[in-house]
């Protein structure tokens, strides 16, 4: 089957555009002998293969697994679709970039759940290989078909597609979950039997293992298990320390550029701040830092081994790290002296290290990045920001001073108790700006231009919001309509989110198991790569939402009531409710959480791993 595959390939790469994405053989990707491996794994990136290649969990869960003597991991992506109609068209499987094998013929196909607007791509990837699309349909011969990642926080949306859930951090998971199924294998255990066993580990869900009770109005009356060692709820996994644990200082060289073509080290997982829109600042505490020496010692191995002209530092808050100053200029020396700028994303304004940009700006400057989410202090205390007026202006006029000349603004609009004197406060911060630019560069700073992006306020499972309702599309069509208005000048470029693709966000980010339905019916009728303008059909979806019967005002619109259960309650990200819904009720009176570095805020996490010295985990 493999030689047939490269034969066809060698006919289609030909007729298809960039035929690098669908080769394999890049600079330190992986080749070992199928035969002579007791787990073949897929990991599959549900998109095309420039922004797979750019995720850092695949190249870190690539490392941690082919470092196995037992394991071997390849790669899939989306096909563009030139490639997968000439697929469909001759026959051919979605196959693995390694060593051209159906995946089909897989023991483990490995989704990663980045994003909402991916689902539909997964349930296409699955049937482009052959692979029945709902778990019940899929023999033993099938491969086991899982998925992990921060959208399987709320696993139910994706229930009837994917046989096993892995929640959490992936470093030890997923290894222990290979580990085991490789011992059962050669035992001549069956797919049942094998999960039964793997739904006693931390962080494993076995959707079929489960049941759900409803009230008449659609609300969940009961979870239940069905297997007595089910865990109830499933408690996510945690890894202890980042500062030990694998890290691809050779990561795969694309074939083709990537969306992020250069070298990154994350320096620390987690985050303190408690913003509270926010999922990832709530799922992946508590925060674990690297150390600034092995930080620099990862950063110079990945530059070593792939030439790369750019280094980025990965974090939820890169100016967080307690040693940021000293290792940022550390940094700075070393990729000043090789040719190769350097990147400091995710810059908080209330600790923005102007020396550090200074030095940075003598080599390289790049545009400046600032998130202020809200354009009043009302409604950053709202959110739980920790970011004030005075902030957004000394740190802005400081980087106008030092030269920079182009500036980017995120805002969220839709929050809750948001009014349009709110959506004022954004046009007066942009012309505020401006007028700063202006003092200080008078006519010199003609090149001076000023990104404005808002994103539609989608709520999320496990945030202190996950009880608010979504504007509807119109009210942000109109918000959005607004601001375009108000943000009227020759140096302000005003981008924003299509509002549809929000209101489907927001069904599967908060959808229950009916939801499942919806999408299979979206796939059924073409849907797939909906994160693409180009790809995306709204017309589809409307037309999915009727078949399927699914109400989106239930999922969008509809706020919660306080003691409602949750779909993603089946699931347990170690942060309590208690603390969530507190939140909440300050949100509403305005009222600020501080950062659990500078004291412990009770958000749960200590019951499972004890956080000190500055809200930072310590082993």
């Known amino acids: 089957m493999s030689i047939d595959i490269s034969r066809q390939l060698d006919k289609l790469l030909k007729r298809v555009e960039k035929p690098g994405r669908y080769i394999g053989g890049e600079v330190n990707s992986v080749m070992k002998d199928p035969e002579e491996t007791d787990v073949n794994f897929c990991f599959c990136f549900p998109d095309i293969y420039e922004i797979g290649m750019s995720y850092l969990g695949l190249q870190i869960l690539y490392k941690v697994l082919n470092d196995r003597p037992g394991v071997f991991c390849q790669r899939a992506f989306q096909p563009q679709t030139d490639m997968e109609e000439l697929m469909r068209e001759e026959g051919m499987p979605l196959y693995t970039l390694e060593t051209k094998t159906p995946l089909k013929e897989m023991d483990m196909v490995g989704f990663t759940l980045q994003y909402e607007m991916s689902f539909t791509t997964i349930l296409n990837m699955i049937d482009l290989a052959g692979i029945p699309v709902k778990a019940?349909?899929?023999?033993?011969?099938?491969?086991?078909?899982?998925?992990?990642?921060?959208?399987?926080?709320?696993?139910?949306?994706?229930?009837?597609?994917?046989?096993?859930?892995?929640?959490?951090?992936?470093?030890?998971?997923?290894?222990?979950?290979?580990d085991l199924y490789a011992e059962m294998k050669k035992s001549g255990a069956t797919k049942e039997e094998f999960l039964k066993e793997a739904c006693k580990l931390r962080g494993v869900y076995v959707p079929s293992f489960y049941d759900v009770k409803y009230h008449e109005d659609g609300t969940i009356l009961e979870l239940c298990k069905l297997v007595?060692?089910?865990?109830?709820?499933?408690?996510?996994?945690?890894?202890?320390?980042?500062?030990?644990?694998?890290?691809?200082?050779?990561?795969?060289?694309?074939?083709?550029?990537?969306?992020?073509?250069?070298?990154?080290?994350?320096?620390?997982?987690?985050?303190?701040?408690?913003?509270?829109?926010?999922?990832?600042?709530?799922?992946?505490?508590?925060?674990?830092?690297?150390?600034?020496?092995?930080?620099?010692?990862?950063?110079?191995?990945?530059?070593?081994?792939?030439?790369?002209?750019?280094?980025?530092?990965?974090?939820?808050?890169?100016?967080?790290?307690?040693?940021?100053?000293?290792?940022?200029?550390?940094?700075?020396?070393?990729t000043k002296s090789r040719q190769v700028s350097l990147a400091l994303p995710s810059l908080r304004m209330d600790k923005f290290a102007f020396n550090v940009l200074q030095r940075i700006q003598e080599f390289k400057k790049s545009g400046l990045t600032y998130a202020p989410e809200a354009g009043t202090q009302r409604l950053r205390d709202v959110i739980n920001k920790g970011v004030t007026e005075n902030d957004i202006f000394t740190s802005v006029r400081q980087a106008l001073e030092l030269g920079w000349t182009h500036i980017k603004l995120y805002f969220m609009i839709g929050l809750p108790t948001e009014t349009y004197e709110d959506l004022d406060g954004i046009a007066?911060?942009?012309?505020?700006?401006?007028?700063?630019?202006?003092?200080?560069?008078?006519?010199?700073?003609?090149?001076?231009?000023?990104?404005?992006?808002?994103?539609?306020?989608?709520?999320?499972?496990?945030?202190?919001?996950?009880?608010?309702?979504?504007?509807?599309?119109?009210?942000?069509r109109l918000k959005h309509n607004y601001l375009a208005e108000k943000l009227r000048n020759k140096r302000i470029v005003f981008n924003y989110h299509d509002n549809e693709t929000s209101a489907?966000?927001?069904?599967?980010?908060?959808?229950d198991r009916?939801?499942?339905?919806?999408?299979?019916?979206?796939?059924?009728?073409g849907c797939k790569l909906d994160g693409w303008s180009e790809h995306y059909r709204p017309d589809l979806w409307e037309q999915a939402f009727m078949n399927s019967g699914v109400d989106k005002d239930f999922y969008t619109t509809r706020k919660r009531s306080a003691d409602e259960i949750f779909p993603w309650e089946i699931v347990d990200p170690c942060v309590s409710r208690e603390f969530l819904r507190k939140e909440a009720e300050k949100a509403y009176e305005a009222v600020t959480t501080h950062d659990c570095r500078y004291g412990c805020v009770g958000c749960g996490i200590n019951r499972e791993v004890r956080c000190e010295k500055g809200g930072i985990y310590h082993a």
């Open 514 to 525: 009916k939801t499942s339905a919806l999408l299979y019916e979206a796939w059924k009728l």
């Open 428 to 476: 007066d911060i942009a012309r505020r700006i401006c007028d700063l630019n202006y003092e200080i560069n008078g006519g010199k700073g003609g090149r001076f231009k000023l990104t404005v992006s808002v994103s539609n306020f989608v709520p999320k499972a496990d945030t202190p919001f996950q009880w608010e309702a979504q504007d509807t599309p119109e009210s942000f």
């Open 228 to 334: 007595e060692d089910a865990q109830l709820p499933v408690k996510r996994s945690i890894l202890p320390s980042v500062e030990g644990s694998a890290f691809p200082v050779d990561p795969i060289i694309p074939m083709v550029e990537a969306v992020h073509d250069r070298a990154v080290v994350e320096t620390f997982r987690g985050c303190t701040r408690g913003c509270r829109f926010c999922q990832a600042g709530m799922i992946y505490r508590p925060v674990r830092e690297r150390t600034r020496e092995k930080v620099m010692e990862l950063a110079l191995k990945q530059l070593d081994n792939t030439g790369h002209e750019e280094l980025s530092l990965l974090s939820l808050s890169s100016s967080d790290h307690t040693e940021f100053e000293e290792m940022a200029m550390d940094l700075v020396d070393c």
């Open 504 to 511: 489907f966000e927001a069904v599967f980010a908060r959808g």
């Open 136 to 178: 019940a349909d899929r023999s033993e011969d099938d491969p086991l078909v899982i998925a992990g990642g921060p959208c399987a926080y709320n696993p139910e949306p994706l229930w009837e597609f994917i046989d096993c859930f892995l929640i959490g951090d992936g470093e030890n998971l997923l290894p222990a979950f290979t």
